[in-house]
């Protein structure tokens, strides 16, 4: 019988990973590991404040929607 080869599709450029289209979990990262995962994502980036990422806008799981993220940070000492 013959064999039917196999082709797999290119990921299209303009559909994101299908990993990408929710937001991360950068809580807990210091704010350059954030920011770098979060650009590496695909996200544009605002950080308000320094030390670790406490909350973040959109939440982790949302939809990606508008790649755009805030990351509020905190201080070790002001976590306690």
């Given amino acids: 019988a013959p064999r039917l080869a196999s082709f797999s599709q290119p990921h299209s ?3 994101p990973p299908s990993d990408a ?3 991360p979990d950068f809580r807990g990262l ?3 590991s954030a ?3 979060a650009t590496r994502a695909g996200f544009a980036v ?3 404040g320094s030390g ?3 909350t973040q806008t959109p ?3 949302a939809p990606a929607g508008r790649r755009e993220i805030e990351l509020v940070m905190t201080t070790e000492e002001e976590a306690r």
């Fill in 13 to 15: 450029p303009a559909e």
């Fill in 21 to 23: 289209r929710v937001v």
């Fill in 30 to 32: 210091d704010g350059r």
């Fill in 35 to 37: 920011a770098a995962e």
């Fill in 46 to 48: 605002s950080i308000k």
């Fill in 52 to 54: 670790i990422v406490r």
């Fill in 59 to 61: 939440a982790p799981g």
